[in-house]
């Protein structure tokens, strides 16, 4: 595991805080080279001056060129895990989605087309998305959320099965909850149904390295939604049947 990252130039986008930094934590433990971006400058600075790492602030679709640079010229992994926990039902408005679309989904396609490349010609290269066990299930009261991250999922999916051959090692992360700002700010719904299972951001870098030990794609911190997501595929009415039940269960409590 260690020869995997040992000297590798890693990108953690979302990394001033939450899965993000103990992301990059654990890579710079490992001895990777860790670029640590987020939005805020500040943020992004503190986490890579306790690493040793090099901060990259701005928008993550717009900051490979610049992290490729900090790190020499070579990119080794990409960990795609800036995101937004947007809320809200259908009815959101038109610019909550569009920004859902575009940090969960879209910031990653632009990665992925910005690394491809140079990944394939040299027939390595490790694309780490940071989904949610609601790429692979639903969260109730977050349907633009619940929407993308299904999204992300499909295309770190079809990134695995289009180019394994070629040397790309694709990781989908799909936790639960994880005591983050964002699972803070979910309310009521994070309260009923990811509170009470929230695991530590550390948890999760955990299982991403032992995913990347046993070359999986699918990281399950939550090792029960495995389960779920069993259900979800074969008894689909008797899973939404339940999902309905949690949702009305919310309802009844707001």
């Known amino acids: 595991m260690v020869e995997a990252v040992q000297d590798a130039g890693v990108i953690v986008t979302g990394a001033g805080g939450g899965i993000g930094a103990a992301l990059a934590r654990r890579f710079a433990a490992a001895g990777a080279r860790v670029v640590v971006n987020d939005l805020d400058a500040a943020r992004a600075k503190a986490v890579a001056d306790e690493i040793g790492g090099i901060a ?48 969960n989904v879209m910031a990653h396609v632009r990665a992925a087309h910005e690394l491809l490349p140079a990944w394939l010609e040299r027939g390595s290269g490790r694309f780490v998305s940071t989904v949610s066990a609601a790429g692979l299930l639903t969260m109730i009261g977050a349907a633009p959320y619940s929407v993308t991250k299904h999204g992300a999922y499909a295309f770190a999916e079809w990134l695995s099965l289009t180019y394994r051959h070629r040397g790309l090692k694709v990781h989908a992360i799909c936790p639960q909850g994880v005591r983050t700002d964002m699972l803070a700010a979910t309310g009521s719904a994070g309260d009923l149904v990811l509170q009470p299972t929230a695991i530590e951001p ?53």
């Open 202 to 254: 550390e948890a999760v870098a955990d299982a991403l390295f032992a995913g990347i030990e046993e070359d999986r794609f699918l990281i399950l911190p939550h090792p029960e939604v495995a389960g779920y997501y069993q259900a979800r595929a074969t008894e689909p009415d008797r899973w939404l049947a339940t999902m309905n039940h949690i949702q009305q269960k919310w309802e009844a409590g707001r």
């Open 56 to 103: 990259v602030p701005g928008d993550a679709s717009t900051i490979v060129a610049d992290a490729r640079d900090a790190l020499g010229g070579t990119v080794d992994v990409y960990c795609a895990n800036a995101g937004v926990g947007s809320g809200g039902t259908e009815a959101a408005e038109e610019q909550v989605w569009s920004l859902a679309w575009d940090v």
